[in-house]
């Protein structure tokens, strides 16, 4: 054979494919191979302590260590996974597999969230039954779960769809809606404070060891059903309230915030979305709001992950103060709340939700020489609380409280006496003021308050200044006397005494003090003179839609009083409790910066001079704070504890400079929500630390 046929030979032979190459078929088979065999021996399948249910040797548990890994459940309203479902299914698959292999009975098992808004559009758009799309979905979520070699014990799996599965959720409603909190009940953990059975509250109304809200004097078998309903509708944990929320007719049904776009509209369908209050079932979760903050100390969690959850739970510490409200129906309670009652003296008028109850009493008639540009150009009243409403519908809550948008309001007739001085302040509606917010109506103080300054200026109302300048500081309250709102929390107590209060008659006076050394004391001497509610807790618990939104209109007001209470602990040397809460701050500025920058990835720089501007001086303007308050600090000489506050302060100012300068490069900004978030924050995180700075 010549040298030309052997290689024309050899040729085919050379080419062919080794056959144990790895490649994408040898892959495929491989894989197939263990699954059948990982199915076949229940290699992930999890034992009962006792039963049918038995792991793939046919033992129950036995005594071995259990271990219990959970996944977010997918939702089947796509044909099939998405990039990001894998991501977090392979890091507890790697956790399961290695607890299993240290022996232990380990049970990781997958469900399906099935049923929802996606769904229900779906079955509209074809005219098939939701069940029938969903059950495909996850026909092929569980196939290709499957196909990803998952340890998941399937034998466990279910839909949320599945009848038994809705059975024990209605179970678990009726046992919630059947019970109430008891905040004087011990619970299993010792403290106070646990869910009780209703009719354990029934008995202490029928033996009269608890008097009847709303009903003081009669007898609990004297109320009719309607009325005991009623009375048991306010304690228990799920319970049907009126709240304002985001309705769309379109898809007739309610929207969380992040599914409202900027326009008002609904994100699927673009359907027009209004502001309605609806009666719905509520959680009482807020009750919770204080041993959900204490438990998160026995958790191994990161801090930074702690204190996103103590802001979205948001407590906050004040007081309740009642004003009376004269009306057509006779006088009627206002109840705020607030973290300063001693800017009470301050107070010139005050703002209620539009969907507040209280404005179901307006007068028919304007009370006399009241100014136009007060009453909106309506006739009367009632016109003009009408169509204020109506306004209010069309607005999302989101920007309804956008810190750069145009402050509205009217006045609605009525006045509400200060309790503290016996004024007359004119009661405004303003849809700044969100009623499931408190208890939506505030006492405004133009004179410590921005927003309220603003309102005021608009609107010819008096501004009074309750706080000055402390005299070493080098500032003059005659800086900002018909300027702008002094609101250093800082500052000597002035304009702040009565001969007589108008709850007990008995002469008041805060002049002199100092605010933040004076504060405790201020809250005693106001409680008992002016009989405001005992200082309490304000929990207001959100979830994530519109969070950024909250927690740049809201969520540094609590932690400025955390700052302000963690550095008079760390001044006295009480202990180190006030350091923990300022490293708590630390990581909560951080966090919310880090996630401004995730948010303003996602923009286009076609408007980064503008913010890089904006950002620039805002960042200015915190260092100069924060060296001042470090000098200031330094200067008081109170130890090594609070150097290392200080220090904690500093590297509050390098983290802001170090994220914010990433953040605006991509802050440019398709989306103005997202402009609005990061503005509003920096305006809010200067304007707190400034006013803690000086403790």
């Given amino acids: ?43 992930f399948w999890a034992a009962n302590v006792n039963g049918d249910l038995k792991d793939g040797k046919g033992h129950n548990a036995e005594g071995r260590p259990s271990y219990f890994a959970m996944d977010m459940f997918p939702y089947p309203s796509g044909k099939g996974l998405h990039v990001g479902h894998p991501l977090g299914y392979l890091a507890t698959d790697v956790v399961s597999r290695y607890h299993r292999m240290k022996g232990e009975n380990v049970l990781h098992a997958m469900g399906y969230d099935a049923f929802g808004l996606p769904a229900e559009q779906y079955a509209v758009q074809t005219g098939q039954h939701p069940r ?76 009269g060891k608890r008097a009847i809200p709303g009903f003081e004097g009669k007898a609990w078998a ?42 008002g509209k609904s994100e699927r369908g673009n359907f027009p979305v209004f502001q309605r209050e609806l009666r719905q079932w509520s959680m009482r979760i807020t009750a919770y709001g204080h041993r959900l903050i204490e438990d998160l100390d026995t958790i191994d969690w990161p801090e930074k992950v702690k204190l996103m959850q103590r802001n979205w739970i948001g407590e906050s510490h004040g007081a309740s103060v009642h004003f009376d409200v004269e009306t057509p ?12 009652p001693d800017t009470l003296f301050g107070t010139t008028f005050a ?48 920007d309804r409280v956008d810190e750069g948008g145009e402050k509205t309001g009217l006045f609605t007739g009525l006045y509400a006496t200060n309790p503290i001085t016996g004024a007359k302040l004119p009661l405004f509606t303003a ?3 969100l009623m499931d917010y408190g208890t939506g109506a505030i006492m405004a103080v133009p004179g410590g308050d921005q927003r309220d300054y603003d309102f005021a200026v608009k609107f010819g109302l008096p501004v009074i200044y309750t706080v000055k300048p402390l005299p070493e500081s080098g500032d003059d309250l005659a800086n900002y006397e018909g300027k702008a709102p002094f609101v250093s929390h800082d500052g000597i107590v002035i304009n702040s005494s009565v001969e007589a209060t108008a709850a007990k008659g008995d002469a008041l006076s805060l002049n002199g003090l100092r605010v933040d050394d004076g504060q405790l004391g201020q809250w005693e001497r106001l409680v008992e003179h002016a009989q405001l509610g005992a200082p309490e807790d304000q929990r207001i618990a959100g979830a994530w839609s519109g969070r950024v939104e909250h927690v740049a209109q809201h969520g540094f ?3 400025e009083i955390q700052l302000a209470a963690a550095f008079h602990i760390v001044v006295d040397q009480r202990g180190d409790a006030g350091l923990q809460r300022v490293v708590r701050l630390h990581e909560g500025i951080a966090g919310f910066l880090d996630g401004m920058l995730v948010h303003a990835r996602s923009a286009r720089p076609h408007r980064a001079k503008e913010a890089d501007a904006r950002g620039t001086a805002c960042r200015v303007q915190l260092r100069q704070t924060l060296h001042g308050f470090a000098r200031h600090m330094q200067d008081r000489h109170v130890g090594k504890r609070l150097e290392a506050v200080v220090e904690i302060m500093r590297g509050i100012a390098g983290k802001y400079n170090k994220v914010t300068s990433g953040c605006l490069q991509h802050l440019c900004v398709r989306d103005h929500r997202v402009q609005r978030r990061f503005l509003a924050f920096s305006q809010n995180i200067g304007g707190s630390i400034r006013n803690c700075r000086m403790v």
């Avoid at 032979?13 to 790895?22: D, L, T, W």
């Avoid at 020489?369 to 309506?378: A, I, L």
């Fill in 1 to 43: 054979m010549s040298d030309t046929e052997k290689s024309a030979q050899a040729q085919p032979n050379e080419s062919a494919e080794p056959s144990f190459r790895y490649n994408a078929k040898l892959a495929q088979g491989i894989e197939e191979k263990w699954q059948k065999i990982w199915d076949d021996e229940g290699t």
């Fill in 132 to 207: 029938i799309t969903t059950e495909q979905n996850i026909a092929n979520m569980r196939r290709q779960l499957h196909r990803m070699g998952l340890s998941f014990d399937n034998r466990r799996s279910f839909a949320t769809i599945d009848p038994g599965y809705v059975r024990w959720t209605q179970w678990i409603f009726s046992r919630i809606y059947d019970a109430w909190y008891d905040k004087d009940a011990t619970n299993p953990s010792g403290s106070k404070g646990c869910a009780r059975p209703i009719s354990t509250l029934v008995e202490q109304f029928e033996s």
């Fill in 222 to 263: 004297d109320l009719s059903e309607a009325e005991q309903a009623d009375v048991l509708n306010d304690f228990r944990l799920a319970y049907i309230s009126k709240s304002p929320v985001n309705w769309c007719p379109g898809l007739g049904t309610v929207l969380a915030n992040e599914e409202v776009t900027a326009e």
């Fill in 329 to 340: 129906n006779g006088v009627k309670d206002m109840e705020i709340y607030t973290t300063r």
């Fill in 351 to 398: 703002v209620v939700s539009p969907e507040h109850h209280l404005l179901e009493n307006v007068p028919a008639e304007w009370p006399t020489d009241v100014p136009e540009d007060w009453k909106g150009g309506y006739a009367t009243p009632v016109e003009a609380v009408k169509a204020y409403r109506l306004a209010a519908e069309a607005k999302t809550a989101k």
């Fill in 431 to 433: 849809d700044y003021v």
């Fill in 557 to 559: 007001i609590p932690v």
